[in-house]
């Protein structure tokens, strides 16, 4: 008996007719048809003495799943990495990382901070030709933004994040301000809490660090050059990283990424933004043992840093470790500039990756 024979015979017993039923079976999709004759065909010839009698060719062939390959259960609870950029930053700097992140198998998201990203001021005085005496004046979009509102943003990021399994927060440069505060406010939302390269302020606020002999060999007092305007008058730290000075392009360079190149630098430098928030928080702003303090934490120190110098970064760790000893820093050391591994992620995301199995002792 033919094949076709068969599946006519498969349809009618369902109560088909061909030629009185043949323009409602042509809706009917191919897919249905096929099971219906399947089904007939494993009534017909299933039974016992005759199984086996017809083979029927499979027109969609399942490869056999190879023994290498592991399944990875649909519960499994992956953590999300959550970023936070630093000074004048926003969500892209992150963006080679994440990638890196990404190829080895892990989520990422990036937040603007309030007043970044698209919340940014680019006045026109900024672009090209550039008219720094309007530019001196003109509005920014920053001013009244403190570091309360980057911890609301946050926490509303972490809320959303923690429905799908446990957050590691990730903060670079300026951006561990804003991660301390958080921890402060809402550990209960955060499993571990990375700085690389961070602000954590323990003991001191930012201004007294920066007045402090760790902070007197950072490279960043040659780039004072860049500021535009009155800040009090702005309500914003305003910088021209759109200069052509060669002395300033250089001293950034050296601030910033002295093991780049000068087309690396001027790449990063178009993704900064002119505006900062002047508030960089105060005492009440430092770690908190009681809450921030619980959270399983880790640093990253950059040792070719000469924006925040490994010696500041020695001593954010050793007052944090003093404050929680039963809860110390789990320690890297990368040997990047301050924003070296931005532009070539390689071995950072591979110890971030490292974290996502850790437990509060270390990696996993």
């Not at 030629?19 to 809706?27: D, G, M, Q, Y």
């Not at 390269?197 to 780039?223: H, I, K, Q």
Request: one cysteine or more.
């Amino acid at each position: 008996m033919s094949t076709v024979t068969s599946a006519g015979r498969a349809l009618r017993r369902l109560g088909f007719d061909w030629p009185r039923h043949a323009p409602t079976v042509a809706l009917v999709p191919f897919a249905a048809y096929t099971a219906a004759a399947l089904a007939w065909f494993a009534v017909e010839y299933g039974g016992a003495g005759v199984r086996g009698r017809v083979q029927l060719p499979n027109p969609w062939p399942v490869p056999a799943l190879r023994a290498d390959v592991r399944m990875t259960p649909m519960t499994t609870m992956t953590p999300t990495f959550v970023l936070v950029h630093g000074s004048n930053g926003n969500a892209s700097n992150w963006s080679a990382l994440q990638r890196e992140l990404a190829l080895l198998g892990h989520r990422s998201l990036a937040v603007d901070l309030p007043g970044h990203g698209f919340g940014a001021t680019f006045p026109a005085a900024y672009q090209a030709p550039q008219d720094l005496a309007a530019l001196a004046t003109a509005p920014s979009a920053m001013a009244g933004v403190t570091l309360a509102d980057n911890v609301d943003h946050v926490a509303g990021v972490l809320r959303r994040a923690a429905e799908h399994g446990p957050v590691i927060l990730v903060g670079h440069s300026r951006g561990g301000v804003t991660l301390t505060a958080v921890g402060n406010a809402v550990p209960d939302l955060v499993d571990r809490i990375v700085y690389m390269s961070a602000w954590c302020c323990v003991d001191l606020t930012p201004g007294e660090y920066m007045r402090g002999p760790e902070y007197a060999s950072s490279a960043l007092g040659g780039t004072m050059g860049l500021l535009v305007g009155d800040p009090m008058t702005l309500g914003a730290i305003r910088m021209n990283w759109r200069t052509a000075d060669p002395g300033l392009l250089a001293a950034l360079r050296t601030a910033m990424l002295a093991d780049g190149t000068e087309d690396d630098l001027h790449s990063f430098l178009n993704t900064l933004e002119p505006d900062e928030s002047l508030d960089a928080g105060g005492p009440d702003d430092r770690a908190q043992a009681a809450t921030w303090g619980r959270i399983p934490r880790t640093y990253v120190r950059l040792t070719e840093d000469r924006s925040i110098p490994v010696s500041l970064q020695d001593r954010f760790i050793a007052e944090a470790d003093a404050l929680t000893p039963d809860n110390p820093f789990q320690v890297h050391s990368l040997d990047s500039s301050h924003v070296g591994f931005l532009i070539r992620p390689g071995q950072a995301a591979k110890i971030l990756a490292g974290l996502a199995g850790a437990g509060p002792g270390g990696e996993g």
